[in-house]
């Protein structure tokens, strides 16, 4: 059973930065795209950045110029991304959801990790 490891949420202040990671737990299985999910207070759960295993990486709008997806397949086999997120707003608060995808189409996701952009 492959599971996805979220780390990296917290509470920041606004303008400050917070890296969030996700490791599959094996390094036996490719997934073609793995990315970042959220979910705010009273929202559905959107895109927030998605890296395939070749190709574009994809951006929400919202944090375009701000967030980083970051996913190199020399780590973990590709199985490990990252989520640098500069200049956050209040707006970012949601619980962080990481998504792996095989080519099969079969998901996986993470338990989620909570940011919260307060002063």
């Known amino acids: 059973q492959v599971q996805l490891v979220e780390s990296g949420g917290g509470l920041v202040q606004p303008g400050g930065s917070l890296r969030l990671s996700c490791a599959a737990s094996?390094?036996?299985?490719?997934?073609?795209?793995m990315g970042w999910y959220r979910q705010g207070p009273g929202k559905q759960r959107e895109l927030v950045a998605s890296a395939p295993r070749t190709g574009s990486r994809i951006y929400a709008d919202s944090v375009k110029g701000r967030f980083t997806i970051i996913r190199d397949i020399r780590d973990n086999a590709g199985n490990t991304v990252y989520l640098q997120m500069n200049s956050l707003k209040p707006e970012d608060t949601a619980v962080y959801y990481c998504?792996?995808?095989?080519?099969?189409?079969?998901?996986?996701w993470g338990q989620g990790t909570q940011v919260t952009v307060s002063s």
């Open positions: 094996t390094t036996f299985t490719a997934f073609d795209v």
């Open positions: 998504k792996a995808r095989l080519s099969s189409g079969a998901d996986y």
